[in-house]
Protein backbone atom coordinates (compact mmCIF):
# COMPACT_ATOMS: atom_id res chain seq x y z
CA UNK A 1 0.00 0.00 0.00
CA UNK A 2 1.00 3.52 -0.82
CA UNK A 3 0.27 6.31 1.05
CA UNK A 4 1.25 10.02 1.18
CA UNK A 5 3.17 11.89 3.89
CA UNK A 6 4.08 14.88 5.20
CA UNK A 7 6.01 16.48 8.13
CA UNK A 8 4.05 18.45 10.25
CA UNK A 9 5.61 21.46 12.77
CA UNK A 10 4.61 20.52 16.19
CA UNK A 11 3.85 23.75 18.31
CA UNK A 12 5.76 23.31 21.42
CA UNK A 13 9.45 23.60 21.61
CA UNK A 14 9.49 21.47 25.08
CA UNK A 15 10.94 17.90 24.92
CA UNK A 16 9.55 17.25 27.82
CA UNK A 17 5.44 18.70 27.30
CA UNK A 18 6.10 16.62 23.65
CA UNK A 19 6.92 13.33 25.36
CA UNK A 20 4.09 13.72 27.29
CA UNK A 21 1.90 14.69 24.77
CA UNK A 22 2.85 11.23 22.87
CA UNK A 23 2.63 9.19 26.43
CA UNK A 24 -1.20 10.56 26.68
CA UNK A 25 -2.18 10.10 23.19
CA UNK A 26 -0.53 6.26 23.21
CA UNK A 27 -2.25 5.39 26.63
CA UNK A 28 -5.61 7.48 26.54
CA UNK A 29 -6.70 7.64 22.80
CA UNK A 30 -4.14 4.14 21.11
CA UNK A 31 -2.54 6.81 19.05
CA UNK A 32 0.98 6.36 18.47
CA UNK A 33 2.75 8.93 17.18
CA UNK A 34 6.57 9.26 16.82
CA UNK A 35 8.14 13.01 16.87
CA UNK A 36 11.36 14.16 16.83
CA UNK A 37 13.61 17.20 16.22
CA UNK A 38 13.49 19.18 13.42
CA UNK A 39 15.89 21.87 13.98
CA UNK A 40 18.28 21.18 11.02
CA UNK A 41 15.04 20.96 8.81
CA UNK A 42 13.77 24.39 8.99
CA UNK A 43 16.63 27.12 8.74
CA UNK A 44 15.04 29.57 9.78
CA UNK A 45 15.27 28.22 13.29
CA UNK A 46 18.61 27.03 13.42
CA UNK A 47 21.47 27.91 16.47
CA UNK A 48 22.47 31.34 14.76
CA UNK A 49 18.94 32.85 14.06
CA UNK A 50 17.31 35.94 15.98
CA UNK A 51 14.31 32.98 16.58
CA UNK A 52 16.65 31.00 18.20
CA UNK A 53 17.96 33.77 19.82
CA UNK A 54 14.90 35.06 20.66
CA UNK A 55 13.44 31.41 22.36
CA UNK A 56 16.22 30.90 24.40
CA UNK A 57 16.50 34.18 25.84
CA UNK A 58 12.74 33.36 26.40
CA UNK A 59 13.78 30.39 28.68
CA UNK A 60 15.97 31.98 30.86
CA UNK A 61 13.46 34.53 31.97
CA UNK A 62 11.30 31.65 32.40
CA UNK A 63 10.70 30.69 36.39
CA UNK A 64 10.70 27.13 34.86
CA UNK A 65 14.18 26.23 35.86
CA UNK A 66 14.07 22.67 34.69
CA UNK A 67 12.44 23.85 31.26
CA UNK A 68 14.62 22.42 27.92
CA UNK A 69 16.17 25.68 26.79
CA UNK A 70 17.57 24.55 23.61
CA UNK A 71 15.42 26.27 20.54
CA UNK A 72 14.30 23.15 18.57
CA UNK A 73 11.23 22.12 16.76
CA UNK A 74 9.53 19.32 17.23
CA UNK A 75 7.74 17.19 13.82
CA UNK A 76 5.72 14.43 13.41
CA UNK A 77 5.66 12.67 9.85
CA UNK A 78 1.46 12.11 8.68
CA UNK A 79 0.69 9.26 6.34
CA UNK A 80 -2.97 9.30 4.28
CA UNK A 81 -3.71 5.58 4.25
CA UNK A 82 -7.04 4.58 2.28
CA UNK A 83 -8.71 3.55 5.47
CA UNK A 84 -7.84 6.79 7.01
CA UNK A 85 -10.56 10.05 7.02
CA UNK A 86 -10.01 13.46 6.89
CA UNK A 87 -11.58 13.64 10.64
CA UNK A 88 -8.76 11.33 12.02
CA UNK A 89 -6.24 13.99 11.08
CA UNK A 90 -8.87 16.73 12.07
CA UNK A 91 -8.61 14.83 15.27
CA UNK A 92 -5.54 14.42 15.69
CA UNK A 93 -4.52 18.03 15.38
CA UNK A 94 -7.12 18.67 17.93
CA UNK A 95 -5.91 16.07 20.82
CA UNK A 96 -2.23 17.67 20.14
CA UNK A 97 -3.61 20.78 20.90
CA UNK A 98 -5.64 20.23 24.15
CA UNK A 99 -2.90 17.72 25.25
CA UNK A 100 0.04 20.30 24.93
CA UNK A 101 -1.91 23.27 26.07
CA UNK A 102 -2.80 21.05 29.41
CA UNK A 103 0.91 20.15 29.83
CA UNK A 104 2.49 22.11 32.76
CA UNK A 105 5.86 21.82 30.63
CA UNK A 106 4.49 23.80 27.96
CA UNK A 107 5.65 27.70 27.86
CA UNK A 108 2.54 30.25 27.72
CA UNK A 109 4.43 31.57 24.64
CA UNK A 110 4.32 29.12 22.73
CA UNK A 111 0.51 29.95 21.16
CA UNK A 112 -2.11 26.65 21.08
CA UNK A 113 -5.20 27.55 19.29
CA UNK A 114 -7.04 26.23 16.38
CA UNK A 115 -8.21 27.81 14.08
CA UNK A 116 -11.54 25.99 13.89
Not at 13 to 38: C, D, F, H, K
Not at 46 to 52: D, F, M, R, Y
Amino acid sequence: MTGFMANVILPSTNRTAIEEMQAALNSTYNIYLVAGPATSLVPSFNENSASAETLKDDCKESADSDMDCEPTLFITRLSAQVYLELSDFARLGELVLQLLSESKNTPSRVELSSSS
